[in-house]
C-alpha cells in the first residue's frame, strides 16, 4: 500500500510493522512526532507495547536497556542534546550487548541553539558500539528499521537508524508500506539468548578486572564485523522479499568516473540530479553514498573509490581541530591502496543550512579544477 | 527495647526461610550492616525477583568476574538509573506476559542503590520511575556517604559527619547541611508505600519488604546501613549503631502506607542523641553546642514526624 508520510511517519511505521513490545522516549524537536505517532498507534490498539513517557532521555534508553534484558524487542527515538544526554547509555546498551533499535534525526547541537540538520550528534557517538545506518529518503527509512531489528538481533548489536531532520523528519513523500504478514514472515519474534530469566538466574554487567575486559571488547569488534556480512544477508533477504535493498554504500555512475563525490542523508538525493546534469555537459563525474557509518564498509569503498582520480565528500559534520568526520574515514580507508585518489573534504550545510545543486556542482567544479584542496577543510556555502 | 516492639514475630526467627539469594562470599568490609540488610531484602523477595542494581558497594562487592553473590537474575547498568532500568523491567515483563509470551507469574522487580545513588545523581530517575507508577520496589541502602569510593560526603550524610570531602577542619566542623529526607520526598509522590527500616531491626526489615513487594505500585524501603569503614566504629558495634539510631531519634523506623503514617517504634522518650554520635569516630569533632544543635533539629524532626502520624490516623 503507498500512503504519504513524512520521515517520522515512516520510522512509526516501520517500529509498528516490526511489533516492538517496550517503546520509551522522550520528546525533542524534531523527534517528536515519530513518538507521537507511536503514542497515538498504542492508544488505539494498533500496536500493541508498552509505552514509557520517561522524565528524559537518558532514562529513555535506561529502561529500554532493562526491558530488552528480560526479552522484550524495544526501540526508543531521539536527537542532538537528546542523544548528547543518553551518551553514557549508549555505551551501556552495546556493551550490555542488547539488540535495541533506536531512530536519531539528525540535529545540530547547542551552542548556539539550532534545531536544524547536522550530522554531528550521531557522528559523535560513533565509538559507542553502535551500528549506525543513514538514510537517504522516507522509503528508506521504513525499510530501514525493519532490518534494524533483523540485523541486531543477529549480531547482538544494537541499531541507530539515522534521518536527516526536516529534510526527512517533517517532509512527506509517498512510501509503499509493507503489508504486516509480509514483515512477519520476514522478521521473526525476538527470542532472546541471554536474559533475566528467573528460572535461570544470572548477573549481567559485573565487575571486571583487566584479566578479563580486553576481550569482552574484542568480542564487540568482532560482532561488528559479522554485522557487515548479516547486514548484507539482510538486505538481500529483504530485496528478495519487498523488491527493495540498499547495500552498506551505494555506487552511481562510478565505474568511469574521474571524481567521486561521496555523500550521506538527503545531500545524496540532491546530488543524484546534480550528477546527472553534470554528465549531460561531459564531466565524468560518478556518486558515492555511504549508507552504513558503523561498522564502516571499508572493502567496498575501496573497491567504488579505485579508478578515480579525485574524490569529493561533503560533510554535514565537524569534528573540530581535524576536519569532516566522512572525509576522515575515507582517507583512512584509502591510505593503504597503492593509488590513492586526491582527498577534498567540503564541510558544508551546518545547522540546516541548504546544500543546493548549485552549491553541489561548485564543489564538484572546485574538484575538477584543482590538483589537491587547499587545506584539510573546504568549507562550501560560506557567507560571502 | 523489646517491649515496645508491637511485633511478637521476633520470636518466630524460625520461620524465616533459610533460602538464601545474596550468598556468602563477596567482599563487603568486616561489618558491613549494608550487606546484612541486603541479605534480608534478597531473601524476603525470594526467587521470583529480578535486580536492578546501582553502580555501589553493594555491586562492586557482589559481582567480581567471573563470582558473583547472586542467586536471581542481576543486573548492574551505571550509577544514576536504577530506577529507570527497573521500570524497564517491570514494562518488559508486562509486556511480554500479556502477549503470551512469558508465562503469567508474580515476579518482584527490584532496584537498589545507595544514598549518593538514590538521593543525589539518581534522584530524577527515581523521581520519573515513582511518578509512572511501576510496580516495583526500590531500596535505598543508605549507608549516608560514597563510601565505595572512599567516604566522601552526600546529600544524605548527615549534619556535622566528617567524610573525606566534608572533612572537619579548624574552620569548618564537617558537614554543613542536613540530611535529605528521602522517605518524604518519596511520599510526595503519593506512591502506595514509603518505609524506612535497618537491619538492626531484622523483622521488621523483612515485613516492610515484603509489604512493599505485595503492594501494587511503586514501593519505597529506606535502608539506614550502617558502615564502620566510614562510620570509624569498630566491626562489632554495627548493630548497636543501628539501634541507637533509632532510639535516639537520629533515624526514626516509620512506614506511610497508602498516605497513612505510622511510627512502627514509638519511644515514649529519646535517649540523648550524644550516645549514638560519641562513639562514632565521624563524629568525634563535634562540640557540646554542635551536639546540642543537633539534639535539637532530632527533636523537631520526631514531633514533626508524630504530628504526621496524628494527622493522616484521624477518623
Redesign the interface.
Known sequence: MKKVLTGNQAVAHGVLLSRA??I?AYPITPQTTIVENLAELCADGIL???F?????E??AL???????????R?FTATSSQGLALMH??LH?AAG?RLPIVMANVNRALGAPWNIWNDQTDSLSQRDTGWIQLYCENNQEVLDTVIQAYMIAEEVYIPVMVVLDAFFLSHTSEPVEIPEGGEVDKFLP?YHARY????ND?????????PE?YQEFRYKIQYAMEEAKKVAKRVDDLFAKSFGRGYGPIEGHLCDDAEVILVTTGTVTSTSRGTIARMRERGVKVGLLKIKMFRPFPREEVKEALRGAQKVAVIDRNISFGCGGIFGHEIKATLCDEEKRPQVFDFVTGLGGRDVTPSLITEIIEYTCQNERPEGEIIWAGMRG | MDEYLDRLNIYASRLVSQKEYFVPGHRACQGCAEALALRLVAKTLGRNNIVACATGCMEIVSSPLPLTSWKVPWIHVAFENAAAVASGIESGLKALMRKGRLPRQKINVMAMAGDGGTSDIGLQALSGALERGHNMVYVCFDNEAYMNTGIQRSSSTPFGASTTTSPAGKVVPGQVTWKKNMPEITAAHNIPYVATACSSYPFDLMEKVKKAADIEGPAYVHILSICPTGWRIPPQLAIHAGRMAIETGMFPLYEVERGKYRLNIDLPELRPVEEYLRFQGRFRHLTPELIEKIQQRVREEYEKLKRKVEMTNED
Open positions: 513490545e517496550v520509551s500493541e507495547a508498552k514509557l513517557r520517561v522524565e528524559s537518558h532514562s535506561a529502561s529500554i536497556i532493562g526491558a530488552s534484558m528480560v526479552g522484550a524495544t553514557e547509555m551501556w550490555s519474534k536474559k533475566c530469566d528467573v538466574p544470572h548477573s549481567f554487567n559485573l565487575m571486571v578486572s578479563y
